[in-house]
């Protein structure tokens, strides 16, 4: 008798993972590969699950357990200590003790400071991301397994459609994502309810956020209040329907970045300016992409910089009736001069 539905489906998302950054790794380090001189492999690499002790992320850490040695992977776990609750040290302290009781080594407990940049969600995960950063380059780690799931992929996508940001706000979260492709997401195409099945059927002690039922929290609202009357109004499936937008928004957004990229050199004068005219013959999804990367070339941070930016930079190109200059977020400047854009910090 084989395992349990839900535990098989969390285990077959992980060896496909796992097998992708095998091979990866292999590719970086054909030499080591396998030694016939000392007939055995080289070093094998080491992954690590980010656990938050929460249903998604003990059922990843509870395949990756599983998986990696079969394949000849070292595994190991960090959780994250963000300070905001009473007790949460004694908690991330279980969380260490359940992912060693699973057989990970190495396994620490990480303990960091929350700031307030772009609200209490935005620095957590800010901060959380710094600290898994942190650990990945600490051990050498070939990858960071993260147990987000297709429930949490359309949050994503309906907060970004809140936010009116465009259509890379659509594409939700991606499978590979970091620097290097560190972070991976197994579970994207799993639901929430399977990672809780799969605890179940292994008799995995879960805890539940409370920040997760929080109404604070922009987040759980949409996941308690939103969602449900999206599917009491539209029907089941709603949540399939957003995650399959995520990843054909994804798809249309990486085919009109790498558009842009290659028809940015063709609308620059000799001095490296963008010229007006060649920029007004473009497609505006084109054109505003050429222009949100002048912007952060010349120091805007990409995060505060919005929609409506963009917008204000393309009417210099589109509705020119010799307006001033447009002021960006850390303290860049756009302006129109003599037919050319010229975007750099005042």
């Given at each position: 008798?084989g395992?349990?539905?839900?535990?098989?489906?969390i285990?077959?998302?992980?060896?496909?993972?796992?097998?992708?950054?095998?091979?990866?790794?292999?590719?970086?380090?054909?030499?080591?590969?396998?030694?016939?001189?000392?007939?055995?492999?080289?070093?094998s690499p080491?992954?690590?699950?980010?656990?938050?002790?929460?249903?998604?992320?003990?059922?990843?850490?509870?395949a990756?357990?599983?998986?990696?040695?079969?394949l000849?992977?070292?595994?190991?776990?960090?959780?994250?200590?963000?300070?905001?609750?009473?007790?949460?040290?004694?908690?991330?302290?279980e969380?260490?003790?359940?992912?060693?009781?699973?057989?990970?080594?190495?396994?620490?407990?990480?303990?960091?400071?929350?700031?307030r940049?772009?609200?209490?969600?935005?620095?957590?995960?800010?901060a959380?991301?710094?600290?898994?950063?942190?650990?990945?380059?600490?051990?050498?780690?070939?990858?960071?397994?993260?147990?987000?799931?297709?429930?949490?992929?359309?949050?994503?996508?309906?907060?970004?459609?809140?936010?009116?940001?465009?259509i890379?706000s659509?594409?939700?979260?991606?499978?590979?994502?970091g620097?290097?492709?560190?972070?991976?997401?197994?579970?994207?195409?799993?639901?929430?309810?399977?990672?809780?099945?799969?605890c179940?059927?292994?008799?995995?002690?879960?805890?539940?956020?409370?920040?997760?039922?929080d109404?604070a929290?922009?987040?759980?609202?949409?996941?308690?209040?939103?969602?449900p009357?999206?599917e009491?109004?539209?029907?089941?499936?709603?949540?399939?329907?957003?995650?399959?937008?995520?990843?054909l928004?994804?798809?249309?957004?990486?085919?009109?970045?790498?558009w842009?990229?290659?028809a940015?050199?063709?609308?620059?004068?000799?001095?490296?300016?963008?010229?007006?005219?060649k920029?007004?013959?473009?497609?505006?999804?084109?054109?505003?992409?050429?222009?949100?990367?002048?912007?952060i070339?010349?120091?805007?941070?990409?995060?505060s910089?919005?929609?409506?930016?963009?917008?204000?930079?393309?009417?210099?190109?589109?509705?020119?009736?010799?307006?001033?200059?447009?002021?960006?977020?850390?303290?860049?400047?756009?302006r129109?001069?003599g037919?050319?854009?010229?975007?750099?910090?005042?």
């Amino acid at each position: 008798m084989g395992p349990h539905p839900a535990v098989a489906a969390i285990r077959l998302a992980v060896r496909r993972v796992l097998h992708d950054i095998l091979t990866e790794h292999h590719s970086r380090h054909p030499a080591h590969a396998y030694s016939p001189a000392l007939e055995r492999p080289a070093p094998s690499p080491l992954v690590l699950v980010a656990c938050s002790g929460g249903a998604d992320s003990m059922a990843l850490a509870s395949a990756l357990a599983f998986e990696a040695p079969r394949l000849g992977i070292r595994a190991g776990g960090v959780t994250v200590d963000h300070g905001l609750q009473p007790g949460s040290d004694l908690r991330a302290e279980e969380v260490v003790l359940r992912l060693r009781a699973l057989g990970l080594d190495p396994v620490e407990s990480a303990a960091v400071t929350v700031g307030r940049d772009g609200g209490p969600e935005a620095a957590a995960r800010d901060a959380r991301y710094d600290a898994l950063d942190a650990a990945a380059e600490r051990h050498g780690a070939a990858a960071v397994l993260l147990g987000h799931t297709r429930d949490d992929q359309a949050e994503t996508v309906l907060l970004g459609l809140a936010r009116g940001s465009g259509i890379r706000s659509l594409s939700g979260m991606a499978a590979v994502s970091g620097a290097g492709g560190r972070y991976r997401r197994p579970f994207l195409q799993l639901d929430r309810q399977t990672a809780r099945k799969a605890c179940m059927a292994q008799s995995l002690p879960v805890w539940d956020d409370p920040h997760n039922t929080d109404p604070a929290y922009t987040r759980s609202r949409l996941r308690h209040e939103g969602l449900p009357a999206l599917e009491k109004a539209l029907g089941k499936g709603v949540v399939e329907a957003l995650a399959r937008t995520a990843q054909l928004s994804r798809d249309d957004a990486d085919a009109l970045d790498g558009w842009a990229r290659q028809a940015e050199a063709g609308v620059r004068d000799a001095a490296g300016l963008l010229e007006c005219g060649k920029l007004y013959a473009l497609p505006p999804a084109v054109r505003r992409r050429i222009l949100r990367r002048a912007a952060i070339e010349a120091g805007a941070p990409a995060g505060s910089l919005f929609a409506r930016h963009i917008e204000e930079i393309d009417k210099l190109i589109t509705g020119w009736r010799g307006q001033g200059a447009i002021n960006l977020p850390g303290k860049v400047v756009a302006r129109r001069q003599g037919g050319r854009l010229v975007i750099r910090q005042g």
